[in-house]
């Protein structure tokens, strides 16, 4: 019985980690960081900065009361610019559909917990963040892949999103330095790094944006930030 368990969890395991990106020989180049003027499968360009972005929504409320939820993945030129719907013939309508038919469905069900649409609307949502931002991950196209499979991508897309997400637990970590919502307080910027609604996590990427590595990076946008008064209510009705 315990070693069937153990079977299948092997067999899952295996499934999730069976990604055919080619492997980089010069994984090393950082993102934004090299006069290159080419992407590569190995090389993020021009989109060399990738944001984690995620928001804190209360009115009205979307995901759980002591989490973050993610806004997005999203590559930047470099310099705040970026570029956007990059390829319409894989602006996908179905996001839904592509991962249960990748089997991903431990990662559809984390998606359908934090990363919510305000209106309800989740795989609306998903389809804007893939074909808006997701195509122009030059690093994913599906030259990148050996044995190519259809869409096979987008599941990665979503899963590196996932990912970095469970790395950067915003709640906890404004609230391990004292800042947690409240209906009345105020804190100040310096309290405070960055604007209450929204957190936007910089990174820079040593090879694929998939299998290589991200350093984190410093923001390329000027937060239109008040310096005192910055509210962080509570998520309730
Ligand atoms: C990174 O580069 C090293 C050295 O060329 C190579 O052995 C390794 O497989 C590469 N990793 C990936 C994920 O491409
Ligand atoms: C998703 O949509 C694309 C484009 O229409 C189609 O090729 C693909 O088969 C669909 N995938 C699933 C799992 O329905």
Same mark, same amino acid.
């Given at each position: ?5 153990? @079977? =299948? ?12 990106? %080619? ?11 090299? @006069?290159? +003027?080419?992407? *590569? ?17 209360? #009115? ?5 009361? #002591? ?8 590559? #930047?030129? !470099? ?6 719907? !990059? ?10 559909? =592509?991962? %249960? ?34 195509? !122009?991950?030059? *690093? ?5 892949? @050996? ?47 960055? %604007? ?14 998939? *299998? ?5 990076? #410093?923001?390329? *946008?000027?937060?239109?930030?008040? @310096?005192?008064? =910055?509210?962080?209510?509570? +998520?309730?009705?």
């Amino acid at each position: 019985m315990s070693f069937a368990r153990a @079977s =299948i969890g092997l067999i899952a395991l295996a499934a999730s980690v069976s990604a055919s990106i %080619k492997t980089c020989s010069n994984n090393n180049t950082l993102s934004c960081h090299s @006069s290159s +003027k080419a992407g *590569t499968c190995c090389y993020n360009y021009p989109g060399g900065a990738l944001l984690q972005t995620q928001f804190w929504d209360t #009115d009205p409320v979307s995901g759980p009361t #002591d989490s973050w939820t993610i806004h997005g993945l999203w590559p #930047d030129n !470099c310099d705040g610019t970026y570029e956007s719907n !990059c390829d319409e013939s894989r602006a996908y309508t179905n996001i839904t559909e =592509i991962l %249960k038919a990748q089997d991903r469905t431990d990662l559809l069900s984390y998606m359908e917990d934090y990363w919510v649409d305000i209106n309800g609307d989740s795989e609306s949502f998903w389809e804007h963040e893939w074909g808006k931002h997701g195509t !122009c991950v030059n *690093t994913i196209k599906p030259s990148c892949y @050996s044995n190519y499979s259809p869409q096979e991508e987008v599941g990665d897309f979503f899963q590196k999103t996932v990912d970095l997400f469970k790395g950067l637990d915003t709640y906890k970590a404004l609230s391990d330095a004292g800042i947690t919502p409240d209906e009345s307080k105020t804190y100040t910027l310096s309290e405070i790094h960055g %604007k209450l609604n929204q957190a936007w996590y910089f990174f820079n990427v040593r090879g694929n944006a998939i *299998t290589g590595k991200y350093q984190a990076a #410093d923001t390329l *946008t000027k937060a239109s930030c008040p @310096s005192s008064g =910055i509210k962080y209510v509570p +998520k309730s009705n």
